[in-house]
């Protein structure tokens, strides 16, 4: 049964009436998963993508699907949220935190329809409401009926996803037999590449949990110099943005080039440095400095690049 003309008139008025509403539900959605995502320390591979769905979009699947909608509310995807991830583990960390703070009304793993030999689309897909705790605030009270749609997912997987859509493969019977092969072997080499970072993942974090550096010398590497800033200069917040690769270049030129020779830097300027550093800076929040900050006052102060003063 499909919703006949009348009916699509006042769903459209409907439409028309919530629109704002779903606007705001979108941006604010928009703005807690950015907190939850800083906090957590879970790195986008892209910006977030949103939207509300257009009329014209409804009106389609109306026709097409022969949905058929009392309430424009109705609608699991009126706003819409994409994530996606260069990691798979934040991916996964993604998943518990959402899992964690909105109320669950649907969740799928569209990998689950496919065979073992089968190529397709790979996304996590949860349809939400938002929680009792977040209805309390005031500016999120309205919108106790409104659902929203999250997809989740990897680079890799998101590669997948728009290459086929551009090309009409969304399902196995679109391809021609003669191009099968070749999808086969892409889809094969997105999903290795998944696996491939979370092996990078891995052996990073075997190396830096293995070296010690206060007890081996080591040559300085950008995940050496985060681990011996955050041993031993803990005093950084997870919404600092830490170019540490360009601080390892700063250090070399500074002839600083080994753990050993990091360490008695922080040893001889840190305390100094952490009373000399102006409190008005970018670098600054609540009465802690970033690593990026430190390192950089630290090479100033050492090397006499500028005089600082006093508050």
Partial sequence: MTTDKSDEFELQIDYENRQASAERLRSALVEQIKELMAKNLITLAVPIESRVKSWSSISGKIERINLKLKDILELNDLVGIRLIFLFKRDLEKCRELIEENLEIIEQEDTASRLGESQFGYQSYHYVIMLPEKWLSTPTLSDFAEYKAEIQVKTIAQHIWA????????????????????????????????????????????????????????????????????????PITRPDFTEEYSDLLEELSNCKIKKTSELLNFINENLEAVKEELPKESDYYKDGIFSHTALIRMMIMRKFNIVKFEQD
């Fill in 162 to 233: 728009a290459a086929s859509h551009n090309l009409q493969y969304k399902q196995e019977d679109n391809v021609p037999k003669t191009v099968r092969r070749s999808i086969y072997r892409v889809s094969a080499f997105l999903e290795t590449v998944d696996l491939e970072f979370e092996r990078v993942l891995s052996e990073r974090d075997a190396y830096v949990e293995e070296t010690k550096p206060d007890v081996q010398d080591e040559p300085l590497n950008v995940d050496l110099l985060r681990k011996i800033m955050t041993d031993y200069v």
